[in-house]
């Protein structure tokens, strides 16, 4: 089914077709008629699954064309759990938001950042991307007034309900108008994420995309079993030895991925961490370039992942186990996405090998196992 018999406008069709996309993904071809009635949604897809999309074409179709008489008065929310995921959303908003044939402006807030230059720049805001925190700083200082409010949209909200933002996310939608339209997306259907559907959604078309199998067999999944003081070694024999240029590590705490990240450069292999500890523009300055092909690995943290959104990512290395079998799946699905393949990369040590068999049942999938001390990683 192509874009063109979903209901978009031919302004949307030709930025889609500038873009490169040749059909829509499930989510988008079962999401875009029915936002485009106004109707509320619910979606539970995973990430990657091509859902900003889904919910931002119909809403700038369903935008009035309008000049704004009330300033500070926004027409759509869209609230997400982290800083990262609101400025990628934003630019999605923006790429699209430019072939409307009527003034538009978008614009995403979050903590982190000073909040006098986000006042300012809340002026004659039609869509507005928050974390919930921030939102309701602005709110409070009379930044952002919600009168006029059509659409509200709730992104990730299974990650927004984890994080502990409950209590903000009610007072939010106590301060917004009855009548709007709600879309709710969530990667899992939670006890949690069903309480907030009771309540936020009104008698709403409901779609689930099931994880395919595909989604994991496009990942090529490898295993190391390798002593912790060869952890570093290994991660540079595989780097250099297949020459790889765009790599994304994973770590379990900000200490070791800047370690992570330090060794690699003293080893001339440009690298560089990314977690809470830096500052906003500096976190998003490492994503532009290592979206650009200029930064060769990024070292994270689980907490900075959902703002990671690169389609043709080819590599990601666990160089520790997360805790949650869910964590390890998100992790490894950076890569493998829209329809591209791409390598996964584990290291275990003796400690974690009780762990990574409990990860693979819950994945339904067996990971082969290699033995680093047959490699020579002398001189690394």
Not at 185 to 205: C, G, M, R, W
Not at 361 to 376: F, P
């Amino acid at each position: 089914m192509p874009f063109k018999t979903l209901g978009l406008a031919p302004y949307l069709l030709k930025v889609i077709t500038e873009q490169g996309y040749q059909k829509p993904y499930p989510i988008q071809e079962k999401a875009i008629p029915t936002i485009l009635q106004h109707k509320d949604l619910l979606g539970i897809a995973q990430t990657g699954s091509g859902k900003t999309a889904a919910y931002v074409l119909p809403v700038l179709m369903n935008l009035k064309n309008k000049i704004k008489t009330k300033d500070r008065h926004i027409d759509v929310l869209v609230l997400v759990p982290t800083r990262e995921l609101a400025i990628q959303v934003e630019e999605v908003f923006r790429l699209f938001g430019k072939a409307l044939p009527f003034p538009f402006k978008s614009f995403a807030v979050y903590g982190g950042a000073s909040i006098n230059p986000q006042m300012k720049s809340l002026s004659n805001v039609n869509v507005l991307v928050a974390t919930p925190g921030r939102l309701l700083e602005l709110q409070e200082s009379n930044a952002v007034h919600f009168s006029e409010l059509s659409t509200l949209v709730l992104d990730e909200a299974d990650k927004m309900l984890n994080l502990g933002f409950k209590k903000e996310m009610d007072l939010i939608f106590g301060l917004l108008p009855k009548k709007r339209q709600n879309l709710l997306f969530s990667a899992t259907l939670s006890p949690d994420v069903q309480k907030v559907e009771n309540v936020l959604l009104n008698d709403p078309t409901i779609i689930k995309i099931e994880a395919e199998a595909d989604t994991i067999s496009l990942i090529k999944q490898l295993a190391y079993s390798v002593k912790p003081e060869k952890k570093g070694p290994l991660l540079r024999y595989l780097i250099k030895e297949n020459n790889w240029q765009q790599v994304l590590i994973f770590t379990s705490s900000v200490y070791q991925a800047d370690l992570v990240a330090e060794k690699l450069q003293k080893n001339k292999v440009n690298a560089t961490a990314i977690h809470s500890k830096k500052s906003q523009g500096r976190r998003t300055e490492i994503l532009a370039n290592f979206k650009a092909g200029t930064l060769r690995v990024l070292v994270a943290t689980d907490l900075l992942s959902r703002g990671i959104d690169i389609e043709f990512l080819p590599h990601v290395i666990n160089y520790e186990l997360p805790r949650s079998p869910k964590d390890f799946v998100h992790r490894i699905g950076r890569t493998g996405r829209a329809e591209n393949a791409g390598d996964a990369i584990t290291f275990v040590t003796e400690e974690d090998q009780h762990h990574f068999k409990v990860i693979q049942k819950k994945m339904k999938c067996r990971v082969a196992m290699e033995d680093s001390e047959n490699l020579d990683l002398q001189g690394l």
